[in-house]
């Protein structure tokens, strides 16, 4: 097979999984962020990251994985580099949302299916927490993959769940507190 012929076939794989998986990607950047301009140029960086290691990337088990690693990292980092420790949500988002009828940013909110209180609720967490509970809860991963994607220990990733948890209990005690899961209920599920 000569030169060519593989970088066409890598060039198509590679279009391929950004059809793929650039609506789940910029689901996660949104709901990580709260900004969906933020959580786009997200995804084209991440995408941009995993282009230059495409022949490394296509050859893994779960390239989605990676690619959604390279995502929450690049979002937390940013979130460090302005030294914000607080996001909160801003009600221009999801006016945005509404005005732009984006289709993927829609779907994002429909998929999440929660109250306008728990929206604001989460906005109120800190970049971590959110990424954490968007983590576990939404993409569904074990604590260790979480704290692998994070770059922490299992230990840390138990503890921040347990604080976005409280803090989201403390926060809609009023409206649900509840609804959500205990953290009895999230130590040692999805462990696989």
Not at 4 to 12: F, I, L, P, W, Y
Not at 75 to 96: Q, T, W
Not at 164 to 186: E, H, N, Q, S
């Amino acid at each position: 097979m000569t030169k060519s012929v593989r970088q066409n076939r890598a060039k198509e794989e590679f279009d391929r999984f950004v059809a793929d998986s650039t609506d789940e990607l910029l689901r996660t950047g949104f709901l990580v962020t709260w900004d969906l301009t933020a959580a786009e140029d997200l995804v084209q960086e991440s995408l941009f990251l995993v282009a230059r290691r495409w022949h490394r990337v296509r050859t893994m088990e779960h390239p989605k994985a990676y690619a959604r690693q390279v995502l929450v990292n690049l979002a937390l980092d940013g979130a460090r580099r302005r030294h914000r420790h607080r996001a909160e949500l801003d009600v221009r988002n999801r006016a945005a949302i509404d005005d732009r009828r984006d289709e993927a940013a829609a779907s994002a909110l429909a998929m999440v299916e929660i109250t306008s209180e728990l929206i604001d609720a989460l906005g109120s967490l800190a970049p971590r927490q959110r990424a954490t509970l968007v983590l576990r809860y939404f993409a569904d991963l074990s604590e260790a993959q979480v704290a692998e994607i994070l770059g922490c220990s299992v230990g840390t990733v138990k503890s921040t769940t347990s604080r976005a948890l409280d803090r989201l209990r403390a926060v809609l005690a009023p409206v649900r507190a509840g609804d959500f899961p205990t953290t009895a209920d999230t130590n040692g599920d999805n462990d696989d």
